[in-house]
């Protein structure tokens, strides 16, 4: 077994130093009854300073991402020596898609992942894949696009309300599409449409984007009849597939959808290529929505307890370091266009990562929040985030029976494992990685009820059920 060890130590020890007025105190929380993670050993010292040694169990790691940008807190984890710096030899590989990465992290191949938001939540709860998966990382907020082909745009653009100087104004609602909705439905030929996944956040938001202006995306089960309907086009009135997220742009462009919902690059893909238009971004659907968490599953963590705090550690320390400053945006975009991560062009990559989005050509706009990776505490797992994703899972009959308030936030502390992200963010304290003031420490996981919404709906996470009885499209 190797010991965590920081680079200017040469022993298998990683010692940390926590110092208080002369009295010692311990840098990690201790462990919670559900956490299971074993307290850190600890060494005799001088009166003021506790040493801790963390324990880990495994040192070479290998974790699967998708090509999109926001694997960066994983990339930059590996780049800047944050995992050398807790013993871990960490080796990262792309994944051809979701199933694929989510069923490799399930059998073992992978120790863990970049994954949607909706993936740990959706095995958990058996849509899909049935295994227990966790977290505690989220790796990002917001960072997704809806765009429409250049003739949808063309169609849309007349009724779209404008500036005085003739600019769209934004955020743009899907009200203007419901006109060529409603006729494609009338003629027999439903649009097409492309997300990346049935539990992904594109699926939820480009429904939620459609519902909040009359559009019904269809749902996966009939309450009524008991149908369920695996792809999710029951009573709809567009048709959503899945399409992998680096084909997106070429899947518009050869017209067998018409829009989609993903994450960049590419909907500046598009833009770029000149075959599509990105309409509107998920930051206007839900301000500061929770994108891609690191998942592993529940019996990777009953195995490598210490070594799931090591890499919580270095994927904090990535994410701080993506947010400090717009010069580190413009390394990471370049680390992320080489062929072995994103393999898009820079100028894509950079054009949303460092603080802009480009909607029609030339229609660039200042986005500073259009890619967050530790501002906000969008880091930290909160069970509230998770709640979410159940309550859209109920909406679109993912989850075909009705759950009781308390159902939900079981569920939450089930998958969301905050206990850990604080135990790695006090040991980072302690370390001089960072300070009390990075962390909402005190939070019983739950951020403030928000109307920040597309729609204006408030959405209380301890109130899920009166938050899904508030839609007018969406099972009751």
Not at 16 to 34: H, R
Not at 212 to 233: C, E, L, M, R
Not at 261 to 284: H, L, S
Request: proline share 8%.
């Amino acid at each position: 077994m190797k010991l965590n060890l920081p680079l200017f130590f040469l022993g298998g020890l990683c010692i940390l130093f926590s110092i208080s007025c002369g009295k010692t105190e311990s840098s990690v929380a201790t462990p919670s009854p559900e956490g299971g993670l074993p307290a850190p050993k600890t060494a005799t010292g001088p009166p003021d300073t506790a040493m801790e040694f963390l324990d880990i169990e495994k040192d070479t790691l290998k974790f699967g991402f998708i090509k999109l940008t926001d694997c960066a807190p994983i990339v930059i984890a590996k780049e800047k020596g944050y995992f050398d710096d807790e013993g871990l030899s960490v080796a990262v590989e792309a994944q051809g898609n979701w199933k694929e990465l989510l069923n490799r992290v399930i059998n073992g191949d992978l120790d863990g992942a970049h994954m949607l938001a909706g993936q740990p939540i959706g095995a958990t709860v058996g849509f899909g894949s049935q295994a227990d998966i966790v977290t505690a990382y989220s790796l990002d907020y917001n960072g997704n696009g809806i765009t429409v082909s250049n003739e949808i745009w063309a169609q849309m653009k007349p009724a779209v309300p404008k500036n005085p100087d003739g600019s769209p104004i934004h955020p743009i609602k899907a009200d203007a599409l419901k006109p060529i909705v409603d006729s494609a439905k009338a003629a027999g030929n439903k649009l097409k449409m492309g997300m990346v996944f049935p539990v992904s956040t594109h699926n939820y938001e480009i429904r939620y984007w459609l519902a909040a202006s009359g559009i019904n995306p269809g749902f996966y089960f009939d309450p009524a009849t008991k149908q369920v309907d695996v792809p999710g086009f029951l009573n709809g009135d567009v048709e959503l597939s899945v399409t992998p997220p680096p084909q997106m742009p070429q899947t518009l462009e050869a017209g067998t959808i018409c829009a989609y919902c993903v994450g960049e690059p590419w909907n500046q893909q598009a833009v770029f290529k000149k075959i599509g238009v990105p309409v509107t971004t998920n930051y206007d659907i839900w301000k500061n929505n929770p994108e891609k968490v690191f998942g592993v599953s529940q019996e990777w963590t009953d195995k490598h307890p210490n070594t799931w705090i090591a890499v919580t550690k270095a994927l904090i320390r990535a994410g701080k370091w993506l947010d400090a400053s717009l010069e580190n945006r413009k390394e990471a975009a370049k680390i992320l266009s080489q062929p072995n991560y994103v393999g898009a062009p820079y100028e894509v990559i950079a054009n949303s990562m460092t603080g802009t989005f480009e909607f029609e050509a030339g229609d660039k706009r200042p986005m500073p929040d259009f890619n967050v990776f530790f501002r906000y505490h969008a880091s930290y797992p909160f069970y509230s985030d998770c709640i979410w994703f159940l309550t859209q899972m109920v909406r679109w009959g993912q989850i075909p029976e009705q759950k009781p308030d308390a159902w939900f936030g079981e569920m939450a502390q089930k998958i969301y494992r905050p206990e850990v992200y604080e135990k790695a963010a006090r040991m980072l304290i302690a370390e001089g990685h960072a300070s009390e003031a990075d962390f909402p420490f005190g939070t019983d996981g739950y951020r403030p009820a928000t109307s920040e919404f597309i729609d204006g709906k408030l959405y209380d996470a301890k109130k899920p059920n009166a938050y899904i009885q508030s839609f007018s499209i969406g099972l009751k």
